[in-house]
């Protein structure tokens, strides 16, 4: 179960909007550029986030390039999960493959600041702040297994593969 607070963005976000391109001198040091995600949008979003906080977001999460820097850079941040209305599919698959969990949902019903609990295995977000559930359907279950190893590499190196159902 995942626990934290959630911080609200509109529709379109882009990859540049997480991680500008004018930090691409940073790529090779993903730690300091994980400082500066989505900082033209807010600048104070890294300082607030807990460790765990949710970035909630509208339509088309995540468009633009395929940099898989943009949501690593929002894990090392300290982002537990996006869960946004959609999201680009090459932004949805960089997130798994990093570790980081995405949930396509109607978040229309979630506020800033709001405490959520996300369930990733029954896809179901509580908004513990307005005592509502809100279901985002089920993860496949080898996104899972990809998920709680920490992403895609972590998964290849201790099993080596995956079985496909």
Do not use: W
């Not at 500066?36 to 979003?45: A, M």
């Not at 890294?46 to 999460?61: C, E, M, Q, T, Y």
């Not at 899972?144 to 972590?154: A, D, F, M, S």
Request: include cysteine; charged fraction near 25%; glycine fraction near 10%.
């Amino acid at each position: 179960m995942l626990k934290g607070k959630a911080f609200k963005f509109g529709d379109d976000i882009s990859t540049d909007d997480i991680v500008p391109g004018r930090l691409a001198p940073l790529r090779s040091n993903l730690p300091e550029l994980a400082k500066h995600v989505l900082e033209d949008l807010r600048p104070d979003f890294v300082s607030r986030l807990s460790p765990g906080d949710f970035l909630v977001a509208g339509k088309n999460f995540g468009l633009g390039s395929s940099r898989e820097h943009a949501p690593l850079s929002l894990k090392m941040a300290g982002v537990g999960a996006v869960l946004a209305k959609s999201a680009a599919r090459i932004f949805f698959r960089n997130a798994i493959n990093v570790g980081l969990p995405l949930l396509i949902c109607d978040t229309d019903a979630i506020d800033e600041g709001d405490e959520l609990e996300v369930d990733l295995a029954s896809g179901k977000v509580h908004n513990m702040t307005k005592g509502t559930q809100l279901a985002s359907g089920r993860m496949a279950e080898v996104m899972l297994r990809i998920l709680e190893e920490g992403g895609l590499v972590e998964y290849i190196k201790k099993y080596g593969d995956f079985e496909l159902p």
